[in-house]
């Protein structure tokens, strides 16, 4: 099941480390976030990856670093550099999966 993360936690987390992993900017009053998550715990049990999920009010100063306007913002990590970025809910999880296998190679 995906974590709430902080700034600190970010680097370990995130960045250090091998493989996909993904970050989830969110908020708790967006529901297109809500309706996200069960559909990231299903592509991390699914293709065995880290879920991070990070509070946009909570943590702005993250968002901010990564460029991040809106929520929800999917960045993809692969050995700790964004290879991919998603916004927005109308994403498939084809579409994410696609994602996810392209950077498991």
């Known amino acids: 099941m995906a974590e709430r993360i902080n700034e600190q936690q970010f680097q ?24 996200m ?6 592509l991390e049990e699914a293709h065995n990856i880290y879920v991070g999920k990070i509070n946009v009010a909570f ?3 993250l968002a901010e670093q990564w ?4 929520s929800p913002t999917l ?5 700790g550099n964004q290879v991919e ?3 927005g809910a109308a ?13 498991q190679k």
Do not use: H, M
């Not at 998550?37 to 299903?42: F, G, K, Q, Y």
């Not at 994403?91 to 950077?103: A, P, S």
């Open 12 to 35: 370990e987390k995130i960045l250090a480390g091998e493989g996909v992993k993904i970050a989830e900017f969110y908020s708790d009053t967006c529901i297109p976030c809500k309706r």
């Open 37 to 42: 998550a069960p559909l990231l715990a299903e």
């Open 59 to 61: 943590d702005q100063a």
């Open 67 to 70: 460029k991040v306007k809106s």
């Open 75 to 79: 960045l993809f990590f692969k050995n």
């Open 85 to 87: 970025r998603v916004t």
């Open 91 to 103: 994403v498939k999880k084809q579409q994410l999966e696609e994602i996810i296998k392209k950077y």
